[in-house]
């Protein structure tokens, strides 16, 4: 037996090939299980399962379209009521694989309350653990997911599913599906896999004893997360669109850009964002393509919105469309054909945004990282409105200037406010660590 893993670094999303005698298991595959499928060729075996935990609401879940085109026979659990062809697996249900493995699923609400770990067992005796968005690395599965108002009771049912681990083995491989990087969990270690006795003498939420105690420690610790998360789970459910294969972008010239705009698309422009501040179509978002591309597409568009792309020729066009694809963004239009170049070429204006060293900042700093990112440490006086807020906010009237870790975030937001109208936005060039040796002054800690 072997278990392959593969990690989506911006969505924080594991998954794994498990690999038994002559045949093998996917566990949560992304919606383009592309590097699996490759990998069990190399290893000429016939993929028999693919399993599902849970709900997902971070990713459009690969489970469905993998088993229609492969013949694989999808498990999920009996409580997700999906409408897509599955064999449905309630509490302590067991899976016959291959060489005496058995998979057996333990309901283990919470995170959702549908939520499945999966034991595989050989001959018996545990090996090892899938255990999606229960038990993580360092921390566990958030259960706001659904709504503030089922977050306590899933804590509650988290609290109690997590207990059901108790008799498991300290030797016992852990593979979670959510991890470092994703907005599943509360904050964790930045290892994907671990052992039950790992998580027995470091986790702090797996060790506390008191119900009570673990509810309102659990329930202190949640950031926001993306709002598309309150739409892949019914997408999921429901069933999403199969491709056979990746799509293309196709070409768009100036002229059919400039109709899609005015028909309500939005111009993403993926360029690195230097080469975004130096000239951009007026009104376009700044989103680098990067692996944390998608989180902010999910979270910064609106569901269904068209799209339509600005990229540098050098630039993957495939993992843009994966990406997106990955978070239920579905209407793409296309890309500029030649690039910003062509739109320089006919004449039509571009704007610009600056960028900007501590010396030239403004009195006005807006960091748009996540709340605990800015209480770890920030410019003092500057103000924390994280970037999923940004297109919600009123247009500032003095000149500002946007921050976050590196710049990216902070020119995404930037973009954002430029087109909802604030007459002089710029960004600065780094981070909270480059102020401080820029300025020789220090960081404020906490809110």
């Known amino acids: 037996m072997r278990v392959h893993e593969f990690v989506d670094e911006g969505l924080g999303h594991s998954s794994y090939v498990v690999e038994v005698g002559r045949r093998a298991l996917f ?15 190399r290893l000429s075996v016939a993929v028999a399962w693919t399993a599902d935990t849970h709900s ?15 013949g694989a026979t999808f498990l999920a659990p009996s409580a997700s009521e999906l409408q897509v062809p599955h064999q449905p697996l309630t509490d302590d249900d067991v899976v016959d694989l291959d060489d005496g493995y058995t998979l057996r699923a333990m309901a283990t609400p919470g995170h959702t309350p549908d939520h499945m770990a999966y034991l595989l067992c050989c001959d018996g005796a545990p ?3 899938f255990s999606g968005g229960s038990l993580m690395v360092g921390t566990v599965g958030r259960t706001d997911l659904l709504g503030s108002q089922l977050a306590e009771p899933l804590a509650h049912q988290m609290f109690q599913s997590l207990r059901r681990l108790d008799v498991l083995p300290d030797d016992l491989a852990v593979y979670p599906t959510h991890g470092a990087g ?7 270690s930045s290892a994907r896999t671990t052992t039950i006795g790992t998580e027995r003498a470091g986790n702090p939420l797996f060790v506390i004893d008191s119900e009570d105690e673990f509810v309102n420690t659990l329930l202190d610790g949640f950031g926001t997360f993306p709002s598309y998360f309150g739409r892949l789970p019914e997408l999921n459910r429901l069933g ?23 028909e309500g698309a939005l111009i993403v422009d993926a360029r690195p964002m230097k080469q975004f501040a130096t000239g951009h179509i007026a009104g376009s978002m700044s989103n680098t393509l990067r692996p944390v591309f998608a989180s902010w597409i999910g979270w910064l568009t609106e569901p269904g919105q068209p ?9 993957d066009r495939g993992d843009l469309v994966r990406q997106c694809l990955d978070v239920g963004a579905e209407n793409l239009l296309g890309e500029l054909d030649g690039g910003i170049d062509a739109w320089r070429d006919t004449g039509r204006p571009l704007t610009q945004i600056r960028v900007v060293d501590a010396a030239s900042m403004t009195p006005t700093i807006i960091d748009v990282r996540q709340g605990n990112e800015y209480q770890s440490g920030h410019v003092p006086d500057s103000v924390n409105v994280e970037l999923g807020s940004i297109p919600d906010v009123t247009p500032f009237t003095d000149p500002l200037t946007v921050m976050c870790g590196h710049g990216e975030r902070a020119m995404t937001a ?20 480059t102020w401080a040796v820029a300025t020789g002054l220090e960081l404020h800690v906490g809110k």
């Open 27 to 41: 566990i949560d595959p992304p919606r383009f299980p592309t590097p699996h499928e490759q990998l069990v060729h």
């Open 56 to 70: 997902h609401a971070d990713y459009v879940t690969g489970s469905p379209s993998f088993a229609a085109r492969s």
């Open 127 to 129: 090996v090892a653990l």
């Open 182 to 188: 994703s907005f599943c969990g509360a904050p964790g």
């Open 240 to 262: 999403p669109t199969h491709y056979d294969q990746l799509p293309s972008l196709r070409g768009l010239s100036t002229n059919e850009v400039v109709a899609h705009v005015a």
């Open 307 to 315: 799209l339509v792309f600005v990229l540098d020729p050098d630039q």
């Open 414 to 433: 930037a973009s954002i406010l430029a087109a909802n109208g604030t007459p002089e936005v710029s960004v600065f060039d780094g981070g909270p660590d």
